[in-house]
Every structure is written in C-alpha cells, then in structure tokens.
C-alpha cells in the first residue's frame, strides 16, 4: 500500500488498530537523507524532539552535546535522524 503522511485520512485509516508507528521515521528518514546526499544538498531541516534525552533528571542543563538516552521508539528514531546532522 503507497501512502502518504500528508494525507490525513489515509494516515487515519493506516494507523487505526496498529500497535505501533516506526518506520516513517527510520526509513523514511533514511531515504529523505539518501535522497539529498545523491543530489548534492548539504542540509536537511529536522525537528528534533526532547525524547531523544528524556531519560536524564529534570534539574539537569542540557544543550546540543547532550547525550542521548531516548525514553522510547519514539526517541530512538529520532536519536537515529539527529546522528546524521
């Protein structure tokens, strides 16, 4: 089945009864960055998420050298985009 995310009914009836939701964001993003490497663009805009370090102690600092420690799948796929800066 082709899809996509723009869609909101068919995201709606893709998403309806799964268990979980991954692949957009690791394939996808993997294929996005393929896609610019080969055509020569040096940046892609990427929004990050506070999941990537959500496990670390809410008095705690953080900037961009924060390690990562993703509180989830969600953290994990968006750990997987910022390595790729």
């Not at 996509?4 to 995201?11: H, K, P, Q």
């Not at 892609?44 to 989830?72: I, K």
Request: proline fraction near 2%; aromatic fraction near 10%; glycine fraction near 12%.
């Amino acid at each position: 089945m082709k899809w996509d995310l723009n869609d909101m009914g068919t995201v709606d009836q893709t998403v309806h009864g799964c268990d979980g939701i991954i692949g957009p964001n690791l394939i996808g993003l993997h294929n996005l960055y393929e896609a610019a490497r080969k055509h020569g663009h040096l940046r892609v805009l990427f929004a990050n998420s506070n999941h990537v370090v959500g496990y670390c102690r809410h008095d705690e600092q953080l900037d961009a050298s924060a390690s990562h420690q993703p509180d989830g799948w969600f953290g994990i796929s968006k750990s997987y985009g910022r390595q790729w800066r």
